[in-house]
């Protein structure tokens, strides 16, 4: 059986272009044309700049779509998609993505904007560097041991009651987060991040069972590759959305303050723009449960069908 290299080549091309076009989206306006360097650039909206990356990609992922539906031995076999628990897991994962993103971002600048403290730049630097760190343990310890318990919890139980607890631990623990200001104990961070790494952890072992077992045992090297790409797609959408987002909030919190004085108030500032997006975060989360009522209760291997 031959690679289906044209298929892969449409689909890399589609992943990196839409890719491309999601790192450019972050602002209203940017100088261009992206390769003029020149003084006189012209400012151009964002979406000017961004549309045909989109475009191109969208594009590309038809043809990926087309060839695919018609290959012998086709890259990604597309039918996979029309079984449920498949789907709903892929869609899952690219919100955990988009989710788990904004937490690993945007808690170093909840840090190093509001929090670190230092008498000299190199001070602070550490300071900042080193307690992002720390606190950022608690989600990834609590998401590591926890995807153990969710692996135990999706054998007992299958994969939505699972599920379904990590998403409304992750909303919980976003919201919380949403309260976060210059008060803050790094004590108190820590607990609500726990508590979304609690969620996180449990989500990570019944979406890929689910997708392990929604397809034959040959496609199960795929499937896993695509939740995957899903995931990783989820990140990237999730991080070019905090920066537009975070951007366009910063230019209209800061409008009444002038030069001098916005200085004083960058804190404050990217405090309200950040608990904005923890909270818009948690409601994404929240209501991405409804989806997971779609997931079959059953686990089982499907050796064939």
Same mark, same amino acid.
């Given at each position: 059986?031959?690679?289906?290299?044209?298929?892969?080549?449409?689909?890399?091309?589609?992943?990196?272009?839409?890719?491309?076009?999601?790192?450019?989206?972050?602002?209203? @306006?940017?100088? #261009?044309?992206?390769?003029?360097?020149?003084? =006189?650039?012209?400012?151009?909206?964002?979406?000017? +700049?961004?549309?045909?990356?989109?475009?191109?990609?969208?594009?590309?992922?038809?043809?990926?779509?087309?060839?695919?539906?018609?290959?012998?031995?086709?890259?990604?076999?597309?039918?996979?998609?029309?079984?449920?628990?498949?789907?709903?897991?892929?869609?899952?994962?690219?919100?955990?993505?988009?989710?788990?993103?904004?937490?690993?971002?945007?808690?170093?600048?909840?840090?190093?904007?509001?929090?670190?403290?230092?008498?000299?730049?190199?001070?602070?630097? +550490?300071?900042?560097?080193?307690?992002?760190?720390?606190?950022?343990?608690?989600?990834?310890? @609590?998401?590591?041991?926890?995807?153990?318990? #969710?692996?135990?919890?999706?054998?007992?139980?299958?994969?939505?009651?699972?599920?379904?607890? #990590?998403?409304?631990?992750?909303?919980? =623990?976003?919201?919380?987060?949403?309260?976060?200001?210059?008060?803050?104990?790094?004590?108190?961070? @820590?607990?609500?991040?726990?508590?979304?790494?609690?969620?996180?952890?449990?989500?990570?072992?019944?979406?890929?069972?689910?997708?392990?077992?929604?397809?034959?045992?040959?496609?199960?090297?795929?499937?896993? =590759?695509?939740?995957?790409?899903?995931?990783?797609?989820?990140?990237?959408?999730?991080?070019?959305?905090?920066?537009?987002?975070?951007?366009?909030?910063?230019?209209?919190?800061?409008?009444?303050?002038?030069?001098?004085?916005? =200085?004083?108030?960058?804190?404050?500032?990217?405090?309200?723009?950040?608990?904005?997006?923890?909270? @818009?975060?948690?409601?994404?989360?929240?209501?991405?449960?409804?989806?997971?009522?779609?997931?079959?209760?059953?686990?089982?291997?499907?050796?064939?069908?």
């Amino acid at each position: 059986m031959s690679l289906d290299w044209l298929g892969a080549l449409f689909l890399s091309a589609a992943l990196v272009l839409i890719n491309v076009g999601l790192a450019h989206s972050g602002g209203q @306006a940017a100088a #261009g044309p992206v390769f003029d360097f020149s003084a =006189g650039a012209a400012v151009v909206p964002t979406w000017q +700049k961004t549309a045909p990356y989109f475009a191109g990609g969208g594009l590309a992922l038809l043809v990926f779509i087309w060839l695919e539906r018609r290959a012998i031995h086709p890259l990604l076999d597309l039918r996979m998609f029309s079984r449920a628990n498949f789907t709903v897991a892929c869609a899952v994962n690219f919100v955990v993505g988009f989710v788990l993103i904004i937490a690993m971002v945007a808690v170093p600048l909840f840090v190093n904007a509001v929090l670190a403290e230092g008498a000299t730049l190199d001070e602070f630097i +550490k300071s900042a560097a080193l307690d992002s760190g720390q606190i950022l343990s608690a989600l990834t310890v @609590a998401m590591a041991i926890m995807s153990v318990v #969710g692996g135990w919890l999706c054998a007992r139980f299958a994969y939505r009651l699972p599920t379904v607890a #990590g998403l409304l631990l992750m909303s919980l =623990g976003f919201y919380l987060m949403n309260t976060w200001s210059a008060a803050v104990t790094y004590r108190e961070m @820590a607990f609500h991040l726990m508590i979304a790494g609690l969620g996180f952890g449990l989500v990570i072992a019944p979406v890929g069972t689910a997708v392990i077992n929604a397809v034959q045992p040959h496609l199960r090297g795929v499937a896993s =590759g695509i939740v995957l790409i899903f995931r990783l797609m989820g990140m990237s959408v999730g991080l070019s959305s905090l920066t537009a987002w975070g951007l366009y909030r910063f230019d209209v919190l800061s409008l009444p303050y002038s030069i001098a004085e916005i =200085g004083q108030h960058i804190g404050a500032i990217t405090a309200q723009i950040l608990n904005e997006t923890f909270l @818009a975060s948690a409601i994404f989360a929240l209501l991405t449960v409804i989806l997971t009522f779609n997931l079959r209760p059953e686990v089982r291997q499907l050796e064939t069908r």
